[in-house]
C-alpha cells in the first residue's frame, strides 16, 4: 500500500529528513518514534503527496506521489498534528464540507458523520461552532475528517496527544478496527504506550535519519540489551529506543549532510 523508498527533504540548508526507506502493507501499522526535529512530520507529509521530496520516491497504492499527488491524496486520510479546522462552522457542516470533497455521496457521509460523531462522544456537540471546541474535542473532529472518506492510507501526527485516558482508548479501537478493515497506518508519536498498542513495525528516527525500523524483537536485538535478569523482564520500548539512539549519538546533530 505504501512504498518509500531513499526519502529525502531539504528545506535550504536544513536536512530535514534522509534516505528514509519503509513499507506498509494493507493492514499493516508502522509507528514512527523520534524527539522533536526527528524528520516525523516532513516524512508524512511527503507520504500525503503534500510536500514533494528533493529525493526518492513516496508511492501509495502503486501510485507515485511526485507524479499525481492528487491521486495520491484521495487514498489517503492525513491527520496533522495541529488541527487547522473552521473555527465559524459547526462540526457537522465542517465534516460535511469535506465529506462532499471527498466526493462520499451525500447520504453515506451523512450517516457515517452519525455514527463517528457517536464514537467520539461528540453527537450533542455537533451543531457548535468549532472555536467553542477544547483542544481534545478538536482533535476527535480532526481524526474524524481523516478517515470520513475511509481511505486505504491514514497518516496521523501524534492522534492522542490532547486526548484523556477514555478518549485514547476509544481512538486507539477506532484504529485498530480500520486496521482489521485493511487500512494501512502510519502513525507519528512521543508516546511509547501507543506504540506498543497500535504498531507492527516501529521506525526510530533521529535528525532525518531512520537508525532502525522494525518489529520488537528486531528493535530489541538492534539496541544490544538483554533481559534483565533481575526481574526476569525483556527491555521495554523506551529502554529499547533510548538505547538505539544513544548508540547513534554521533549522527544526532548532523542536519547538513
Known amino acids: ?60 497504492d502503486g501510485i507515485d506521489a511526485a507524479d499525481d499527488p492528487a491521486a495520491v491524496r484521495a487514498r489517503v486520510g492525513l491527520m496533522p498534528e495541529v488541527p487547522g479546522l473552521y473555527e465559524r462552522m459547526s ?39 468549532l472555536g467553542t471546541f477544547s483542544k481534545g474535542m478538536r482533535q476527535k473532529v480532526a481524526l474524524i475528517r481523516a478517515t470520513l472518506h475511509r481511505p486505504r492510507l491514514i497518516l496521523a501526527d501524534e492522534p492522542t496527544s490532547a486526548l484523556d485516558p477514555d478518549s485514547a482508548r476509544r481512538a486507539w479501537i477506532y484504529l485498530k478496527d480500520l486496521q482489521r478493515d485493511g487500512c494501512a497506518l502510519v502513525i507519528c508519536t512521543h508516546s511509547m504506550e501507543e506504540a506498543e498498542h497500535l504498531a507492527g513495525d516501529i521506525g526510530i528516527l533521529s535528525a532525518g535519519r531512520a537508525l532502525a525500523v522494525g518489529n520488537m524483537v528486531e528493535l530489541r536485538r538492534r539496541s544490544g540489551l538483554k533481559m534483565r535478569q533481575e526481574v526476569r523482564d525483556l527491555p521495554t520500548l523506551q529502554d529499547i529506543y533510548l538505547a538505539i539512539v544513544d548508540n547513534h549519538r554521533d549522527l544526532a546533530e548532523v542536519r547538513t549532510a
Open 91 to 129: 462540526a457537522r457542516a465542517y465534516l460535511d464540507h469535506f465529506g462532499a470533497i471527498y466526493d462520499v455521496e451525500p447520504p453515506v457521509r451523512r450517516r457515517r458523520i452519525e455514527e463517528l460523531l457517536e464514537v467520539f462522544e461528540l453527537t450533542d456537540a455537533g451543531d457548535r461552532w
Open 1 to 60: 500500500m505504501l512504498e518509500v523508498e531513499g526519502l529525502a527533504k531539504r528545506y535550504g540548508e536544513v536536512l530535514a529528513l534522509k534516505d528514509l526507506t519503509v513499507s506498509v502493507e494493507e493492514g499493516e501499522c508502522l509507528v514512527l518514534l523520534g524527539r522533536n526535529g526527528a524528520g516525523k512530520t516532513t516524512a508524512l507529509r511527503c507520504m500525503a503527496g503534500v510536500l514533494l521530496p528533493t529525493a526518492g520516491t513516496v508511492k501509495v
